[in-house]
């Protein structure tokens, strides 16, 4: 790590390698398998850099040598990315590979994938410490109503909210309607048929809201009136073959929004919000800065609003609305491997800005339990360096920086989603 001269950045790093962590934000749900190693390799965050350093798709077509040859002239102009570190990182510390910049390394990797089975998902997450994972799943619906129960004992979940309020047709808004009993007809059986499909999710143990339609569109949700909002429900309902476009849409997309707001409040959920930098590369970062969610804060004052990413590349903004509002946490899930020299910056600012039970340090954001080993480790050292930074320079004593590593890491997600741990003091 770059900062790792600093006094009481080895101390400190050792500290986090005995603490307990909590995933604030993951997606997958246990083991998966790994059937062809350079498709494994890259099916993590690298994968964009890879794209944005002229890479394209590596066709199992070729002769092995020859793929990975032609990996490996991307590879060579993108391995020094907090992705690619993150990634090797990873592959460190589950399978003793420190390098694939050869083919003779790259083979060796792919021996040792062959003996990759469930009992390495269990082993690292044991190794690793982590007690819960907060998971994003696809299969949310289905764990929920009982269709699937193979899921790790560390998942907690997230209920998925774009589903409810990203409506465009008819057929989208039948999606809860077979827990309503009857025919959805008007706003207020679509209404009643999400009360009803959320009761069961809160019965379930959902810990949270989870919402990332940043991807599709600005996260700056307005207030419309009912009336504007059922016009377009009725639009749907009359014309069952039509599909109905953003610009007419986001009435009711504004309005269902903040009717789960008032839901958040009702059973006190905090609300995830994914907040800057997108995965893949050709993306609108302008949409996403958090700063167009303040008009929602404001309005829902009992809402805890726990803001993902580090809102990258938006610092400013970020940490003045941590300070500002009581009801906001701010999440680094993601962006400890997305850029540690903004994270750890952040993190220094943050300390002397914000009240640090307001802040979590790690979640994956990831489908791999390698790139969760790989992401966690450079979290650690991002924290390391940031408070060993403080620490040198008298603005913490060693005492209160780990007291405050631990809160970031493990208490703070511990209280915000209610998971009911016990403490873990310094």
């Known amino acids: 790590m770059y900062c790792s001269n600093n006094k ?14 909590i995933e604030t934000h993951e997606h997958y749900t246990q083991y998966h398998g790994a059937d062809d190693a350079l498709d494994f390799v890259i099916n993590n965050y690298y994968w964009s850099d890879y794209m944005s350093a002229g890479g394209d798709g590596l066709s199992k077509e070729m002769p092995p040598k020859e793929r990975y040859e032609r990996f490996l002239t991307i590879y060579n102009k993108s391995k020094h990315t907090a992705y690619a570190q993150g990634m090797i990182e990873g592959l460190r510390i589950c399978w003793g590979i420190d390098n694939i910049d050869s083919y003779e390394n790259f083979l060796i990797l792919e021996e040792k994938l062959k003996s990759r089975e469930a009992s390495v998902y269990e082993n690292t997450m044991e190794k690793l410490n982590i007690k819960a994972k907060v998971v994003d799943s696809w299969d949310f619906m289905d764990f929920v109503d009982g269709n699937k129960t193979d899921y790790s004992k560390y998942c907690r979940f997230a209920f998925q909210l774009p589903e409810f309020h990203n409506n465009h047709s008819k057929q989208d808004l039948l999606k809860y309607q077979k827990y309503l009993g009857r025919a959805i007809t008007c706003l207020d059986d679509y209404l009643e048929s999400f009360d009803k499909y ?20 600005s996260i700056a949700y307005g207030n419309p009136t009912r009336d504007e909002a059922e016009k377009v429900f009725n639009a749907m309902m009359i ?36 907040t800057g930098h997108m995965a893949g590369i050709r993306n609108d970062i302008v949409k996403t800065n958090a700063a167009h969610l303040i008009p929602a804060i404001e309005m829902h004052e009992n809402v805890k609003f726990d803001l993902f990413h580090g809102n990258w590349p ?19 899930c993601w962006v400890q491997s997305i850029d540690p020299v903004y994270c750890v910056e952040f993190m220094k600012r ?6 640090h039970s307001k802040i979590m340090a790690f979640g994956g954001d990831t489908s791999m339990i390698e790139w969760v080993a790989g992401y966690l480790s450079l979290a650690k050292d991002n924290v390391s360096c940031a408070l060993s930074e403080l620490t040198d320079s008298g603005w913490l004593n060693i005492h209160k920086a780990k007291q405050i ?14 998971l009911g741990f016990e403490p873990f003091n310094a």
């Open 405 to 418: 590593a631990a809160d970031w890491f493990f208490n703070n997600p511990n209280d915000l989603f209610k």
């Open 239 to 274: 014309n069952p073959r039509e599909t109905v476009g953003d610009d007419r849409a986001v009435y009711l997309d504004d309005w269902l929004f903040q009717y789960a707001m008032r839901k958040a409040a009702q059973y006190n959920l905090p609300v995830q919000i994914h």
């Open 350 to 355: 943050a300390v002397m800005t914000v009240p």
């Open 8 to 21: 009481y950045f080895s101390e400190i790093r050792q500290y986090l390698d005995n603490i307990p962590v």
């Open 314 to 332: 938006y610092m400013d903004e970020y940490i003045y609305i941590g300070k500002n509002y009581p009801n906001v946490y701010l999440n680094l």
């Open 198 to 217: 959320l009761q069961k999710c809160v019965d379930f143990g959902v810990v949270c809201f989870k919402d990332q339609t940043a991807y599709r569109r």
